[in-house]
């Protein structure tokens, strides 16, 4: 979790008022923060990565005046129309494709604002680029370079800059192979023919996206006037980093100006601080918080958590949402808002009237017997993680690849995609542990995730049931003796075991477990191509279920 250490003097500038230690300690935990720690002139806290305008003094100052009623309703930020233009070229369109930029001028910075905007740059790296890879974000000194500016793609081994904090230029392919930023985010671009520059006027680098700056235009505490950009491949994203940062920018003194972004399809004025929209119901807030508030009051809430909020014609709210609110995306987003302008600590608990003794789940209860039941034919459970690499899910296991769930930023290669089946967890488990002894029987009852483009969220959970035994002599009967077992001390009545084909199984000794002709499960002897694609010297013989009928 992100944190940012609040020092009293200081952040008493940004409210606007002189504030205690304790004051700060009894009101910053009502805006949804966790106090990490307490000094004599110090308050740390820890926040919620979407509150990624909290990743600046000014941006806790906006919410802490508005939680104590010193300043209510949407700031306003006034953007000036500049004339600087920025030529975004079309041969980025295959690396990092978009960029906005803005300018900010008449800024008057130290070095604990200078620190401040470097650590602010980081989190949003994090909340809203995902560790560069959506969106990263650089900051210049506007005064040492030549406006039009320019984005392209150029020859890793034809461009060479001094970056940030070094003193020799290096061709972009060095950078790459040798700095130290160049090393950690190389993957981002590395793959691409031609690297993202940023250049002004007169060739000079600004930056290398998403990489590096260049030492040229290093911002100082002398610094008056800076140039801000934005790249990346989801243009949301740029778009919500550079309005954060902009209006904490404002907060600190500076004078915001616009960039003409010029597309070789369209021009974008840059940046766009036209607030979100929304309508809130007045019963939708009561009947999630447990309160009777009036509209006029949940007008009176709403305008305490820095929004703009009137009453309409037909009972409900139209809500005005700042450009640095990027966490705000649906109706039960302002209902949190609603609680924190109302207070949290106005909320009184209560016992519900008709007492009630709660019971496990079915699909608990189902999972509970098949363990016992497994644990009596002499198998032992293992639990997995529900994220597993693709290699393994289908290349090593024979299939071809499904739809499935995967994540945009893994932090791992390892895990990439969400299982659709429990098998290749279990076969991964006797590659890990093919140096103990044999025979190995072990089982898994847990989810995978499948898509279900009918659900709200386009995907289902469901309970599966995996096998598997290993030794010298692991065969067809054995895993079919296992599952009929299985089934007969569950109760199940009307199964049947059929002939069937799997890629993972070997023809002719795989069959399919059917239920009134439908089929919820496979068993049979391994492939010798997934065995060894597992690394494994011993035959291995397997079944899955699906346990969602039984349900």
Not at 527 to 539: K, S
Request: aromatic share 8%.
């Amino acid at each position: 979790m992100p944190v940012i250490t609040l020092q009293k003097d200081r952040f008493s500038k940004f409210v606007g008022r002189s504030l205690t230690i304790d004051e700060m300690v009894k009101w910053l935990p009502w805006l949804g923060v966790d106090i990490e720690e307490v000094g004599e002139n110090y308050v740390k806290i820890e926040f919620n990565p979407n509150r990624v305008d909290f990743s600046s003094y000014a941006g806790v100052a906006r919410a802490f005046q508005g939680l104590i009623g010193w300043k209510v309703g949407m700031p306003e930020y006034k953007v000036h129309k500049g004339t600087i233009k920025l030529e975004v070229d079309a041969s980025v369109n295959q690396v990092r494709p978009y960029m906005l930029s803005a300018v900010v001028k008449d800024i008057n910075l130290d070095e604990e604002n200078v620190k401040e905007i470097m650590e602010m740059q980081e989190d949003l790296h994090w909340g809203v680029g995902r560790d560069r890879k959506k969106a990263a974000i650089g900051v210049h000194n506007f005064d040492v370079v030549k406006p039009p500016f320019k984005y392209l793609a150029a020859d890793p081994d034809n461009v060479r800059f001094v970056p940030l904090g070094k003193r020799e230029k290096m061709t972009l392919r060095e950078i790459l192979e040798k700095h130290e930023k160049g090393i950690a985010y190389k993957h981002l671009i590395e793959w691409s023919p031609k690297y993202p520059l940023f250049i002004d006027a007169d060739g000079n680098v600004l930056s290398m996206p998403p990489i590096i700056n260049g030492e040229l235009t290093k911002v100082t505490s002398e610094t008056r006037n800076l140039l801000l950009d934005v790249t990346g491949p989801d243009f949301k994203a740029v778009k919500q980093a550079l309005n954060v940062l902009v209006t904490a920018l404002a907060d600190m003194g500076g004078k915001i100006e616009t960039v003409q972004v010029e597309y070789p399809d369209k021009t974008i004025t840059s940046p766009d601080l036209t607030p979100q929209k929304m309508t809130l119901n007045s019963s939708y807030v009561n009947e999630l918080l447990g309160l009777k508030l009036s509209s006029r009051k949940i007008v009176e809430y709403l305008r305490k958590c820095r929004l703009n909020a009137e009453e309409n014609v037909d009972g409900k709210i139209n809500v005005e949402i700042p450009a640095y609110r990027i966490d705000i995306l649906h109706e039960v987003d302002l209902v949190e808002e609603v609680a924190i302008g109302y207070g949290y600590y106005r909320l009184k608990p209560s016992k519900p009237k008709t007492v009630t003794t709660g019971s496990l789940h079915e699909a608990t209860r189902l999972s509970n017997v098949i363990r016992e039941i497994l644990v009596g034919l002499g198998f032992t459970e293992v639990m997995n993680f529900t994220l597993i690499n693709s290699e393994v899910q289908y290349e090593k296991m024979r299939k071809k690849p499904e739809k499935t769930v995967k994540l945009a930023n893994p932090s791992s290669s390892e895990y990439d995609v969400a299982r659709t089946s429990l098998l290749p967890s279990l076969m991964k488990n006797l590659m890990d542990n093919k140096h103990e002894s044999f025979p190995q029987k072990i089982f898994e009852v847990s989810d995978v995730i499948k898509v279900n483009e009918k659900m709200e969220c386009r995907t289902e959970r469901q309970l599966h049931l995996a096998g598997v035994s290993s030794h010298s002599t692991a065969n067809f009967s054995e895993i079919k003796s296992t599952v009929e077992a299985l089934l007969k001390n569950l109760g199940l009545k009307g199964w049947k075991i059929k002939p069937f084909k799997d890629s993972s199984f070997i023809d002719g000794r795989t069959a399919a477990i059917t239920i009134k002709n439908m089929r919820i499960g496979v068993l049979g002897e391994i492939h010798p191509e997934v065995i060894t694609n597992f690394e494994l010297e011993n035959p291995v013989c397997g079944f899955e279920l699906n346990l969602e009928p039984f349900l």
